[in-house]
């Protein structure tokens, strides 16, 4: 009983802070799905990533917030004030995820894992053989609490997301992830800064305090000709 009491009270007091917080309250009045659309807006905004004409390719979009954000960007008339943008669609954006997702108008979505070849041929085939301006990441593990298999696994959705991009992502591209502080986090800001010309973490003020989420943005590809040219605007010193 005593465990039970406690769970009741974790529970109702994240559901207390959920229901009051300002991004939360903000993505029902602007009509975006979730308060995660805050995260990439801020990145976004600091990395001037997204534009107009862009291919966009969404890991893990559920339930579709990052999807929506984009989809604003690449429109020349949004719905006032809301999350589902209207109007012509200049870009594309294709999306994928474990699970099911609301459409969102102009956005190519497949359901199933992207680790298996049969949704990553899908996922490529979409592309029609054109190269991502942006590759967006939220996929995030079910975490265990054991920290070494949970490491293991974050570590593994980053990477696969990075390989993605060797064949996927245009020479002056960007790759944003979500990872977490702990075991996996060195190793995977190394394997970016082994791939990319420019690194920087970030922490978008709409994650949550006590949360270790943190992104990690990569800009132009080192095996590739040319040198990145985006240059991120007070933006934190790579670690």
């Known amino acids: 009983m005593k465990v039970k009491t406690q769970s ?19 993505a029902k009045r602007e009509g975006y799905r979730a308060r995660a659309a805050y995260k990439l807006k801020e990145i976004d905004e600091t990395f001037h990533l997204i534009k107009p004409g862009h291919l966009v390719v969404d890991l893990g979009s559920t339930p579709g917030a990052w999807c929506q954000y984009v989809r604003r960007k690449l429109s020349p008339k949004t719905a006032a004030g809301g999350g589902a943008a209207v109007g012509a669609l200049n870009g594309s954006i294709i999306a994928i995820d474990l699970l099911p997702m609301e459409p969102v108008e102009g956005v190519v979505f497949f359901q199933g ?12 085939q979409a592309m ?28 593994g959705l980053v990477e696969l997301a990075v ?8 020479p002056q591209g960007a790759l944003v992830v979500k990872l977490f502080h702990g075991g996996a986090y ?17 922490k978008p003020k709409a994650s949550r305090d006590k949360s270790t989420e943190t992104f990690l943005v990569g800009v132009g590809l080192k095996n590739a000709t040319k040198t990145a ?10 670690p």
Request: proline letters at 6%; one cysteine or more; hydrophobic letters at 40%.
């Open 8 to 26: 009741k009270k974790v529970n109702k007091a994240w559901l207390n802070d959920h229901v009051n917080d300002p991004y939360v309250v903000l």
């Open 113 to 124: 894992d992207f680790r298996e070849d049969e949704m990553l041929g899908k996922l490529t």
């Open 128 to 155: 029609d053989g054109r190269l991502a301006d942006v590759i967006l990441s939220d996929m995030a593990p079910n975490l265990s609490g054991i920290h070494a298999a949970d490491a293991a696994r974050i570590e």
């Open 229 to 238: 040219q985006i240059e991120p605007e007070n933006s934190p010193e790579t």
């Open 186 to 202: 060195d190793p995977l800001v190394k394997l970016f800064k082994q791939t990319f010309h420019l690194v920087k973490p970030i």
């Open 163 to 170: 390989d993605f991009c060797q064949g996927h992502l245009k």
